[in-house]
Structure formats: C-alpha cells, structure tokens
C-alpha cells in the first residue's frame, strides 16, 4: 500500500511537471513566432527587404524581445546598445520594447 502511494506521488509529480515544461515550450516558441511574424509585417510596411531585421533580430537575440547582452548594456531584439546608437532618454525597459 505504502509503496504504491509513493509511486502514485512520483508519478504525478514527474506528469505535472512534464506538462510544465510542454506548456513552457509551446509559449516561449510562439511568442517568438508572433515577434518574428510582427518584424516582418512591419518591414514590408517600411518597403524593407524582411530578411535584413529578421536576420539581425535573430543573430543578436533570437527573437528574445527581453533579451540582456554585453554585459547588461545592450537590450531587445536588437540588441539596442547603452551609449551606441541608443537614444540616452530612453529607460532600458523602453530599449526592450523599442
């Protein structure tokens, strides 16, 4: 009896967090699905060939729009660099979002 409510207990604790995990996935994958699809819209708008943001989109962050490099000096999809071509009034929060 013991032994069985042990493996009950094991078993839906692994299930639970498989199905954590296929949840995870599936958001993170389509939420930089929906950013990839927005950056091409939007460059095809501006008469912007679609492969040139989506290739530094995905070099630099892939498709990560929360994305912290060089040392938490450069933020967002592209990487927009503190002290670069950043506008200085900008919060980091807006250099994500931009």
Known sequence: MRGTLIKSGVFILVLTGGLYLTKYVYDHHTNRVKVRDTIQQISIEHGIPPWIPLSIAFHESK???????????????????????????????????A
């Open 63 to 97: 498709f990560d729009r929360n994305a912290v490099g060089d040392q938490g000096t450069s933020f967002g999809l592209f990487q927009l660099h503190r002290g670069g071509l950043a506008p200085k009034d900008l919060t980091n929060e807006d250099l994500k979002n």
